[in-house]
Nanobody
């Protein structure tokens, strides 16, 4: 069992930055692929970014490339999402997800564990 807790969300003006954190329980964090998804009101949950268990592979949705950076600190059992140049369309609840060996990093159905989400609101 893996428990995930997101933090760092809040309100920010367009062009600003936020850093989200996802703290994971357990002693096997380093063996899990991790990802961030987001869901805006009335929209489907969408892939944002993912990072392999080793940290050597990162993957981003086209909408956030060049603006968001995913990273992990296995010693701290934590994954981060640095969000820069935020846009109003980035407004959503952001969810951290984990799986022990993803087939497709961008598929929400591949992930076994999810956090409760943290709200990010970007004002125009």
């Amino acid at each position: 069992q893996v428990q995930l807790v997101e933090s760092g969300g809040g309100l920010v003006q367009a062009g600003g930055s936020l850093r989200l954190s996802c703290a994971a329980s357990g002693r096997t964090f380093s063996s899990y692929d991790m990802a961030w998804f987001r869901q805006a009101p009335g929209k489907e949950r969408e892939f944002v970014a993912a990072i392999s268990w080793s940290g050597g592979g990162t993957y981003y949705a086209e909408a956030v490339k060049g603006r968001f950076t995913i990273s992990r600190d296995n010693a701290k059992n934590t994954v981060y999402l640095q969000m820069n140049s935020l846009k109003p369309e980035d407004t959503a609840v952001y969810y951290c997800a984990a799986v022990r060996g993803a087939d497709y990093y961008t598929e929400a159905s591949d992930y076994d564990y999810w956090g409760q989400g943290t709200q990010v609101t970007v004002s125009s």
